[in-house]
């Protein structure tokens, strides 16, 4: 299912609305009056700020996030009372009553697989018996949740014209299999030194196994089978990425700490970074050198190759690496190496967090 965000939300909504021929323009700037009448979000030329038909289909599409000045009002506990208010107005006026146990039983359905939201909130969704705030509720929270091109519910740590640097929860692939967005993204994936592509799916008559489907390497050749229905092809892309950039390997076949392969597919190019070696039992061993080490190599050679691109990677150190670093320790790391190149920096960097992983990382820092 899709995400719930403001466009997946409005397109459940439709249907119970109790005029028909309400198109998604008038729809949504009709939702969202609560918060720009209330907040007094205005535009340029100063009139309330307006989501015109080129706007609407880029939310509806999620190929847009809602506006920050909206998000700004949104956030602001001192008109909650009033945006509600307003919000009951078009409950009032625009749901059809007899149906919003319906369309409430749709919308619980659609959460149930919903990784955006976290147990906890799915549980206090639910605990809300009335109908209207239960709706209120669910669309201030759609606000936040990213429509594939921004945040969707972390912190920008800087910002400065279009670059930035921002963290997120969510799902790393979820950035690295998009066929809707037609703008080329960058998705980091931690390998090994040798740049294995092997996968164990299956453990009998296997002493070693290979890569482990639980990591992130292991993830994305699943994806990436599942996507094009074979890999066989990915070594060789590998390789000739790596001799066309002078990687030079040892006599184990093992590249150093840092280096990165580029394989394109579709509108994606994933950076194979190495951040670990395998011993002769294929387990991993890294340590927190190597994923500082790493990630520097990896900062660079976006900076070089990157060409403004959003990049978007995982936490790194932190699982079957077996480099012992802490979920916070991980993130700060990665935070700090990216803030201390702000100065010359030019670029889209966003950190992912595993939804799982919610309250766990303090993520601190404002926008700059």
């Given at each position: ?19 028909a ?8 700037n ?48 001192s008109l ?64 936040f ?37 037609k ?8 390998v ?36 094009k ?6 070594p ?9 950039r002078?990687s030079?390997c040892?006599?184990?076949d ?24 395998f ?28 060409q403004?691109y ?5 936490l ?16 700060d ?12 920096f ?23």
């Open positions: 299912m899709n995400t719930m965000n403001t466009g997946e939300l409005l397109r459940l909504l439709k249907p119970y609305l109790n005029y021929k309400y198109n998604d323009e008038k729809f949504l009709e939702i969202l009056k609560c918060i720009v009448k209330t907040g007094n979000v205005l535009m340029r030329n100063g009139e309330p700020f307006y989501f015109d038909k080129s706007y609407t289909s880029k939310i509806m599409n999620n190929h847009a996030c809602i506006p920050p000045a909206i998000l700004e009002a949104a956030m602001d506990k909650l009372a009033e945006i509600l208010q307003e919000f009951s107005l078009f409950y009032e006026n625009r749901i059809k009553h007899v149906k919003a146990e319906e369309l409430r039983g749709i919308i619980i359905n659609a959460l149930d697989s919903d990784t955006a939201f976290t147990p906890s909130e799915k549980d206090e969704l639910l605990s809300i018996s009335d109908n209207k705030l239960f709706l209120f509720t669910l669309l201030m929270k759609s606000l949740i990213n429509n594939d091109t921004a945040i969707s519910s972390g912190i920008v740590m800087w910002k400065k014209g279009n670059s930035y640097i921002q963290a997120v929860y969510g799902n790393i692939f979820k950035y690295a299999f998009s066929d809707r967005r703008r080329k993204t960058i998705v980091v994936i931690p090994n030194t040798r740049f294995d592509t092997h996968l164990s799916t299956k453990l009998e008559n296997t002493i070693y196994p290979m890569i482990s489907s639980e990591t992130v390497h292991g993830e994305w050749l699943l994806c990436l089978e599942k996507k229905g074979r890999i066989d092809d990915i060789e892309r590998i390789q000739s990425d790596l001799r066309c002078g030079v040892n006599d184990d093992e590249y150093p700490i840092g280096t990165i392969a580029a394989v394109d597919i579709g509108n994606t190019c994933f950076y194979l970074l190495a951040i670990s070696s011993d002769e039992r294929n387990q991993a061993k890294s340590k927190p050198e190597f994923i500082e080490q790493a990630v520097d190599s990896l900062l660079d050679f976006y900076d070089i190759n990157g403004g959003d990049l978007y990677l995982p790194l150190g932190t699982g079957r690496s077996r480099a012992g670093m802490s979920l916070q320790a991980s993130f790391l990665i935070k700090q190496k990216a803030l201390d190149r702000t100065v010359s030019h670029g889209k960097i966003t950190i992912v967090i595993s939804n799982e992983n919610k309250g766990e990382i303090v993520l601190g820092g404002d926008i700059q």
